[in-house]
């Protein structure tokens, strides 16, 4: 997929995908954590699941603003 299409994001999501400069607000990050609010925990294809280094990388880059570097 490309940062584009990720940006746009899913049916429910929308673009609150990423919303750059807030991760507590991104369903991105919600979905990647153990227990999201709704729907089922992400990769679907998982586990394993992102460990707590990748998570953090994914929750600093978008609060510095989820860039497509």
């Given at each position: 997929?490309?940062?584009?299409?990720?940006?746009?994001?899913?049916?429910?999501?929308?673009?609150?995908?990423?919303?750059?400069?807030?991760?507590?607000?991104?369903e991105?990050?919600?979905?990647?954590?153990?227990?999201?609010?709704?729907?089922?925990?992400?990769?679907?294809?998982?586990?394993?699941?992102?460990?707590?280094?990748?998570?953090?990388?994914?929750?600093?880059?978008?609060?510095?603003?989820?860039?497509?570097?």
């Amino acid at each position: 997929g490309s940062y584009h299409a990720m940006r746009q994001g899913g049916v429910n999501t929308g673009g609150a995908i990423v919303v750059p400069g807030d991760p507590c607000s991104s369903e991105l990050v919600i979905k990647l954590s153990d227990t999201p609010a709704f729907g089922a925990r992400m990769p679907l294809d998982g586990p394993p699941y992102l460990g707590p280094e990748e998570l953090q990388l994914i929750h600093d880059w978008i609060a510095e603003g989820a860039e497509d570097n």
